[in-house]
């Protein structure tokens, strides 16, 4: 969502926006649809499409892969390709994992199409494991893991928990959902992987209580501490924040405290905003991190695909009706800031406290198809067929389905971990 964008249309995306970010998450489902198993193949026949039905010339290739095993400081997770296999399982589904919000629950919501599951990152130079789920319980044994940001980032803790939980006896893990902060609890790994809610990562008067209108959000660009102080002692902290601070207009930005009177603020640009926001946060961690003991990761953007002229598609609405990833290489739209990149690119290169990047953006831009869209919720209901048949102001292009692109973002979590 650049600032190109029209006020009309950046305040209606403002609005539909809102709600999506923020939906209660109950898991009362009324209707559990049963989808259909078989997997039409992709139109465009990729060359390793399907494994039951190899081509010559990629017998030759898996012959002659000559890609590395994973290094973190060799492989760039950025490039690569979207693979499908038709014999790929996620080690979940929407179904088996009881921790899922509504939000993310696409084929328990009405997709009729789960071969949006079926595709896998390839990684051009290096061969990207597999998620193992015995080796991240291993892992994460006696640590506190917490990822923090916005809705995206609350996607990718349910991922992290559905990826790990079928592994563990019912008396031996809990649940605990915070408006805030959640738990989730392994007794006999004595572990915990937490979520914290915290849109901007610093303090802003629209964390708690959305504030609908965005120009009268006000953000506290230097005050980070009220929830900065719920980090303290975790071992692995997952951070991300972008989505939020793309309204298209200027942000209201304040230095010291809101009782000062909330006319101290500046109007600035998202990206310059972002700098003070991410700088603050950048010193907290500085500080208060010993590195020794807590290891840091930031997720990137994750894409919006609003825009289907960016993808090609003339005739599309926003990523309804999408059924394939985008195959151009380097594929880049209009929902992913080049400028916001740079900015946490150079905040997190200064630091004192490494902190580890998990680029997700380039590969979450090839899956337009993989978005909730329409198999979502609104204000707590599943979309009503009147909505779902006005997929240009209610499909969700934000979030992602669960399984789905998120299970990838924690596949390079738990290579990098
Ligand atoms: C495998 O692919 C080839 C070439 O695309 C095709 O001729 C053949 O019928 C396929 N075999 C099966 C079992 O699908
Ligand atoms: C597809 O998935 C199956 C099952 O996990 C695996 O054995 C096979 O190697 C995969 N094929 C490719 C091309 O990655
Ligand atoms: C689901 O897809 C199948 C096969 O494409 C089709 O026959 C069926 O009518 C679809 N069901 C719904 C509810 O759209
Ligand atoms: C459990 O983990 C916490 C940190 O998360 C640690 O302080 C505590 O000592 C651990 N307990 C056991 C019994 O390992
Ligand atoms: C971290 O560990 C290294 C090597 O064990 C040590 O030299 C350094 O002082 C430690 N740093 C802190 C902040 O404890
Ligand atoms: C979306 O896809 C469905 C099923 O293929 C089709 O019936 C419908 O016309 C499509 N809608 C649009 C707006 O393209
Ligand atoms: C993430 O990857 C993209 C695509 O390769 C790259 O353009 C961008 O600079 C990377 N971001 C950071 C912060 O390094």
Not at 67 to 84: H, I, L, S, T
């Amino acid at each position: 969502m650049g600032p190109h964008l029209l006020p009309v249309s950046v305040l209606m995306f403002s609005l539909a926006f809102l709600v999506l970010l923020y939906t209660e998450r109950i898991n009362l489902l009324s209707s559990t649809t049963l989808f259909s198993t078989s997997c039409a193949k992709p139109k465009t026949k990729t060359k390793q499409a399907d494994d039951t039905n190899t081509t010559t010339e990629d017998r030759l290739k898996s012959i002659v892969d000559d890609r590395f095993m994973f290094d973190p400081d060799e492989c760039n997770v950025a490039q690569g390709k979207w693979v499908y296999n038709r014999s790929f399982k996620p080690l979940y589904t929407d179904l088996s994992c009881p921790y899922l919000d509504r939000q993310v629950s696409c084929v328990k919501n009405g997709k009729n199409d789960s071969c949006y599951r079926q595709w896998e990152w390839q990684l051009d130079d290096c061969i990207l494991p597999r998620f193992d789920a015995r080796l991240a319980l291993d892992k994460i044994r006696g640590k506190r893991v917490m990822f923090v940001g916005d809705s995206l980032q609350r996607g990718q803790w349910q991922s992290f928990v559905c990826l790990v939980e079928f592994l563990i006896p019912k008396d031996q893990k809990s649940m605990r959902r915070g408006k805030v902060h959640s738990v989730f609890k392994i007794k006999d790994h004595n572990a915990t992987i937490e979520f914290y809610w915290a849109p901007f990562l610093i303090e802003s008067n629209t964390d708690l209580k959305i504030i609908a209108d965005p120009k009268q959000r006000m953000l506290r660009v230097d005050s980070i501490e009220k929830h900065a102080k719920h980090w303290v002692g975790v071992d692995v902290l997952l951070f991300n924040t972008y989505v939020w601070w793309m309204t298209g207009l200027k942000l209201r930005s304040i230095w010291g405290s809101f009782a000062n009177g909330d006319d101290g603020y500046e109007e600035l640009e998202a990206p310059v905003s972002y700098r003070i926001a991410l700088r603050t946060w950048a010193n907290w961690i500085d500080s208060n991190i010993d590195q020794n003991k807590t290891r840091v990761f930031f997720t990137t953007m994750s894409p919006t695909h609003q825009r289907s002229l960016d993808w090609n598609n003339k005739g599309g609405i926003k990523c309804y009706n999408e059924t394939e990833p985008v195959k151009k290489k380097g594929h880049w739209g209009s929902g992913s800031d080049k400028k916001m990149m740079s900015v946490v690119g150079s905040v997190t290169g200064r630091m004192k406290v490494p902190v580890t990047l998990i680029n997700i953006t380039q590969l979450s831009e090839y899956r337009v198809e993989a978005h909730s869209s329409i198999y979502t919720e609104l204000g707590g209901k599943l979309l009503s067929d009147e909505q779902k048949a006005d997929p240009f102001k209610y499909a969700d292009c934000i979030h992602w389905c669960l399984p789905g692109v998120p299970d990838t973002w924690n596949q390079i979590f738990l290579a990098y971990l």
